[in-house]
């Protein structure tokens, strides 16, 4: 009898122990923690740069270093005589992300107002002359405000500021305004078609302008001429009026159906 209990003493102690192991068992673990997740939309800035020149003025300037344009002037004369030129490097920078990147010309011509010289010409036309006498050059500049042989002039050398407003061409889609495509998927007057304009990195335009003939010549300073003898009385006191200058950009990624044409002011 007292061996029976012994037994049952023991099986009683050893289950004690089992149940005491069984408690005290510790398993291996780990844990990864990843805290502060976040999601942040990024940003499209086109920031602009300006340097000028005006002929008439040696001293003149109007230029500005890269900012967002808050009422600044590629162009503002008051006084144009036939022969006057300028010339204005515009350069493009948008922070971060890669962008299509297109310009808008719009603006309103008037004559301002018929004066004797003009009427002694039977000068009628109530939408003035000086579209057809102020003449532009546009081309992809290397940043030395200057037209050199080895870059590319748009439109095809020198045109009129009425025909860049009212006649058919490339990257002319409506009268009275000018959509020209810099970079889409389309386009790329900078480099290779199909590239976006690559954020953080400066590209430039060069704009020159005569009130006259202008022609292409490498040896100038500016890299063309302007002669303002063919210009007559028809055009005195006539305006541009409110002429607008605007660049847009518009993120690439996941945008591959985008062009210019649709996005500019009216669409």
């Not at 061996?3 to 023991?10: E, P, V």
Request: aromatic share 12%; hydrophobic share 40%; charged share 20%.
């Amino acid at each position: 009898m007292k061996f029976k209990n012994i037994l049952f003493s023991l099986s009683i102690m050893a289950a004690a122990a089992a149940i005491v192991v069984a408690g005290t068992t510790a398993f291996f673990s780990d844990t990864e923690t990843s805290s502060g997740n976040t999601f942040t939309a990024g940003a499209i800035d086109l920031q602009i740069k300006n340097q000028a020149s005006y002929s008439a003025i040696p001293s003149y300037s109007q230029d500005w270093g890269f900012k967002d344009i808050d009422g600044e002037l590629y162009f503002s004369f008051s006084d144009l005589k036939p022969g006057d030129w300028g010339e204005n490097t515009v350069t493009l920078k948008v922070t971060s992300n890669d962008s299509y990147v297109c310009a808008d010309v719009y603006g309103v011509e008037e004559e301002n107002g018929l004066v004797d010289p003009e009427l002694e010409l039977n000068d009628t036309d109530a939408s003035g002359e000086l579209g057809k006498d102020l003449r532009f050059v546009w081309w992809v500049d290397d940043g030395d405000n200057k037209l050199e042989d080895a870059e590319t002039i748009l439109f095809g050398g020198p045109v009129s500021f009425f025909y860049m407003m009212g006649v058919a061409a490339a990257d002319i889609y409506a009268e009275d305004q000018l959509y020209l495509t810099l970079t889409d998927p389309t386009h790329n007057i900078f480099g290779v078609v199909g590239q976006a304009f690559p954020g953080n990195t400066e590209k430039s335009l060069g704009i020159g302008w005569c009130f006259g003939d202008m022609a292409i010549d490498y040896t100038q300073n500016a890299g063309f001429t302007c002669d303002g003898t063919n210009v007559s009385n028809m055009a005195q006191t006539d305006q541009i009026k409110d002429a607008v200058l605007s660049f847009s950009a518009t993120q690439a990624r996941n945008n591959a159906s985008f062009t210019c044409k649709d996005s500019v002011r009216g669409n």
